[in-house]
C-alpha cells in the first residue's frame, strides 16, 4: 500500500508540475492559452486531485478518476492537434475569449463552443521542436496508464 501511495504523490506532483510549467509559458514567455488549453490544464488538475486523493487512499475508484481525466485530456489534445492540422483556408474563425464566454453563457453551453474549436486554437507554438499539445497527449497517456496501474495492480498494494 506505501509504494502506491508514494507514486500517486508523485504523479500528483508530476501533474501539478505541468501546469505550472504551462504558467511559465503563459505569464513568462507571453504564450497566451487558447480555451482548449485550458481545458487540458483542467484536465491535468483532476488528474492531480485524483492522484492526491490517492496517496491517501488508493484503490479502483481512484484509478477510474484518472483514467476519465486523462481520457478527456487525450480527446481535448486530440481535438487540438486535429485543429492545427487543418489548412489556414479551413480553420474556424476566432471566437470570444474564455472569460468572456464564461461570463456570458451556460457551461454546457461554454464546453460547446471551446470544442468546435477557434483560430487561436490552431496557432501551433513548439516546445523542444513539438508542438505543446502533442506533448499533452504523450503527458496525458503515460500519466493516465501509470495512474490506472498504480491503483488497480495488486503488487503495488502489497503492504510492507
Not at 480527446?75 to 468572456?100: M, N
Not at 507554438?125 to 496501474?149: C, E, N, Q, R, Y
Amino acid at each position: 500500500m506505501r509504494s502506491a501511495r508514494l507514486l500517486n504523490a508523485a504523479a500528483g506532483l508530476g501533474c501539478a508540475a505541468l501546469i505550472v510549467y504551462a504558467l511559465v509559458l503563459q505569464w513568462v514567455d507571453g504564450l497566451e492559452p487558447c480555451p482548449l488549453c485550458i481545458f487540458q490544464r483542467v484536465a491535468f488538475a483532476t488528474m492531480a486531485v485524483f492522484f492526491f486523493l490517492g496517496a491517501v487512499l488508493p484503490g479502483k475508484w481512484v484509478a477510474a478518476g484518472i483514467g476519465l481525466a486523462a481520457l478527456s485530456g487525450v480527446g481535448l489534445a486530440g481535438r487540438h492537434l486535429w485543429l492545427q492540422s487543418l489548412p489556414s483556408d479551413q480553420v474556424p474563425a476566432c471566437g470570444p475569449g474564455l472569460d468572456y464566454m464564461l461570463g456570458m453563457f451556460p457551461l454546457s453551453e461554454v464546453f460547446a463552443m471551446v470544442l468546435s474549436g477557434s483560430g487561436e486554437c490552431a496557432e501551433v507554438d513548439t516546445v523542444f521542436g513539438l508542438s505543446i499539445p502533442l506533448w499533452t497527449l504523450f503527458a496525458f497517456v503515460l500519466i493516465g496508464v501509470l495512474g490506472v496501474f498504480i491503483n488497480t495492480s495488486k503488487r503495488t498494494h502489497i503492504a510492507h
